[in-house]
DNA sequence: ATGCCCCCGTCCCGGGGA
């Protein structure tokens, strides 16, 4: 099974790169960040239409998350749990086959310090607490999104420009390797220890062109997921075509 | 230090993105 995941930046503006993608055979599962679309506006039929099914969680205008399958889709849940008063459509949960998966948008922070910021910790604290719960189903889970996290300073090409960003600040890198404490493990380190590898570049100052990327798109799998994963890549084209996202899709082959 | 670009909407500017 072969898992992607993938911030559209507005999926109506992205359908036809969406789909074309899916078509190809890019992948079995696709989850989706960004969509900004409510759901009863939501392209569902351009999924159906080509065999694929879809669970959707959305809201106007800003974020929205999605997952795709060729497999029949079970078990939905939406939104992160912890904070009822949490209206922002930034997590969606879904069993297909026996792979739990999360499609997240973990929140951006900045400016930081402040509110914005003190928002994206709490969301990370719900998020390993749900990472963590998810453990005891003794199955494979793959957690994967955009995490707005920068992991370390060798995942950015300026890392001393970065310094202090809500994506790279030392509070945000520890919430996040919480994960890898609770036995999740960053699929692409795990393959990928060295290389440099990014999921993003900003469409302002030509940074495609000239790769000034950062990496922040990520699938965490906890054990029993590792235990199967076959390889781990990041597909660089649709980065490159016309009226692209700014993120380009981050992909795992798990045997099952 | 700031903006570059792109997307959204009771829409032609302003908020949000990272």
Excluded at 227 to 256: F, M, N, Q, Y
Aim: overall charge negative; hydrophobic content about 35%.
């Amino acid at each position: 099974m072969r898992i992607a995941s993938w911030n559209v930046n507005s999926i109506k503006s992205r359908l036809d790169i969406v789909t074309n993608w899916l078509s190809s055979g890019a992948c079995d599962v696709l989850l989706i960040q960004e969509t900004k679309s409510q759901d009863v506006n939501f392209p569902v039929d351009a999924f159906t239409s080509i065999g694929w099914n879809v669970a959707i969680h959305g809201q106007k205008s800003y974020n929205g998350v999605a997952i795709a399958s060729h497999f029949p889709i079970h078990d939905i849940i939406t939104g992160l749990p912890g904070d009822d008063t949490d209206e922002q459509a930034r997590y969606i949960e879904a069993r297909i086959e026996q792979v739990h998966l999360a499609s997240i948008y973990l929140p951006n922070g900045n400016p930081a310090p402040g509110p914005k910021f003190d928002y994206k910790l709490g969301w990370m604290e719900r998020l390993n607490q749900r990472a963590t719960a998810l453990l005891a189903t003794e199955q494979p889970i793959v957690l994967g999104g955009d995490f707005n996290v920068i992991p370390d300073d060798r995942d950015c090409y300026d890392p001393l420009g970065w310094e202090g960003d809500a994506l790279t600040r030392p509070e945000t890198r520890k919430a996040f390797r919480r994960l890898a404490y609770s036995g999740y493990c960053d699929a692409l380190r795990a393959r990928h220890p060295d290389d440099v590898i990014y999921t993003y570049w900003d469409y302002q100052a030509g940074a495609w062109q000239r790769d000034n990327g950062v990496r922040i798109d990520h699938l965490m799998l906890s054990p029993e997921a590792a235990d199967r994963l076959v390889e781990v890549g990041v597909d660089k084209a649709p980065r490159g075509l016309e009226k692209p996202s700014d993120h380009t899709p981050i992909w795992c082959e798990l045997d099952i």
